[in-house]
């Protein structure tokens, strides 16, 4: 099993920046696909983008491309969702997930096996 910590959410205006961290413990050797998701009050979780097991390829939705960024480095076990361009509709909280099954980029919550327990992200217009 992975532990997944995120840190870096807080308070920002809109068209402000955060970058996310995701610090991960334990059987890291098998973490593949990981993945930021987010909730915001009253809705779904909703997937944001995810990166391969190498860091070469990553996949966003619609509404965060252009203005957010996944990378991971692996040496340090650690995720990174840089936040630019920031939208109240943005605000929710973060979660990161990892997946020990899956190597490509996925929007299935459901390949995910690990998962942090979030970081709020406010953002005020």
């Known amino acids: 099993q992975v532990q997944l910590v995120e840190s870096g959410g807080g308070l920002v205006q809109a068209g402000g920046s955060l970058r996310l961290t995701c610090a991960a413990s334990g059987r890291t050797s098998r973490m593949y696909a990981m993945g930021w998701f987010r909730q915001a009050p009253g809705k779904k979780r909703e997937y944001v983008g995810s990166?391969?097991?190498?860091?070469?390829?990553?996949y966003y939705i619609d509404s965060v491309k252009g203005r957010f960024t996944i990378s991971r480095d692996n040496a340090k076990n650690a995720l990174y969702l840089q936040m630019n361009s920031l939208k109240p509709e943005d605000t929710a909280v973060y979660y990161c997930?990892?997946?020990?099954?899956?190597?490509?980029?996925?929007?299935?919550?459901?390949?995910?096996?690990?998962w942090g327990q979030g970081t709020q992200v406010t953002v005020s217009s």
């Open positions: 997930a990892a997946s020990s099954t899956v190597v490509t980029t996925t929007p299935h919550d459901s390949e995910y096996d690990s």
């Open positions: 990166i391969n097991w190498n860091g070469e390829n990553t």
